[in-house]
């Protein structure tokens, strides 16, 4: 393949676990945009979680790797995982795009939670000059569109526009801003742990290797 064609996703988080919402939504961004990969990064020390029930992160990896198997589509990282200190996106971005083709194009995906927090983010700015952004809203609030908009012309910078054809924000001088409204599964990683804590069925919500490697390892207890 022609690398100049190689469309790339970027799918980062703590994984904590890895739920079924997760895979959905990276399964419909993969379609929606005709990426031939997307790449799901498990976070080692991510900055800005504080959870004192956050799995070890080579259990979160293992979970995930045996979650997304099945998905010829699907890939995982270990980029943060072999990365002393903070796992910070910056640095994530320009780690795994060095080892890809010359010429892929890249996609960060993120949930708009996250996005909401794009200001408290290590050289944030930095991030709309070097990659495609894809926001996906999960399930969508009200009027998700008018939110990301206030934030990005707040935030990163006035001169984006948008295209409602499209659903993105564009701008002469940095990278696209997608808007993604995915399926809208209601599942929180939080709700599974606390589930998994009261031993409680967690079938259903999480992959069935994630809820086999779960009670094997007693994670979550």
């Not at 293992?62 to 990282?77: R, T, V």
């Not at 995982?81 to 892929?104: C, E, H, K």
């Not at 742990?193 to 992959?207: D, E, M």
Request: charged fraction near 25%; include cysteine.
């Amino acid at each position: 393949m022609d690398p100049m064609q190689i469309k790339a996703g970027l799918f980062g988080g703590t994984f904590n676990p890895v739920h079924l919402a997760h895979l959905r939504m990276a399964e419909e961004v993969r379609e929606a945009f005709g990426l031939d990969k997307i790449y799901f990064i498990p976070a080692a020390n991510p900055p800005h979680k504080t959870d004192k029930d956050l799995a070890p992160a080579k259990d979160r990896y293992e979970m995930l790797q045996a979650a997304i198997s099945g998905n010829p589509g699907f890939e995982i990282s270990d980029a943060e995982l072999r990365r002393p200190g903070r796992s910070y996106t910056i640095d994530t971005v320009s780690q795994v795009s060095a080892v890809l083709p010359r010429g892929a194009r890249c996609f960060l995906i993120m949930g708009l939670d996250a996005f909401a927090e794009i200001d408290t983010w290590k050289d944030f700015h930095r991030l709309f000059d070097t990659i495609e952004v894809i926001v996906i809203s999960r399930p969508a609030p009200a009027d998700p569109k008018k939110k990301m908009a206030e934030m990005i012309f707040d935030r990163i910078s006035a001169g984006y526009e948008y295209d409602p054809a499209a659903r993105r924000f564009y701008h002469p001088e940095k990278q696209t801003v997608y808007w993604f409204e995915a399926t809208a599964l209601d599942i929180s990683a939080s709700r599974i742990r606390f589930l998994a804590a009261q031993g409680k069925s967690i079938r259903y919500l999480v992959p069935e290797a994630a809820e086999g490697y779960i009670y094997k390892k007693g994670l979550y207890k």
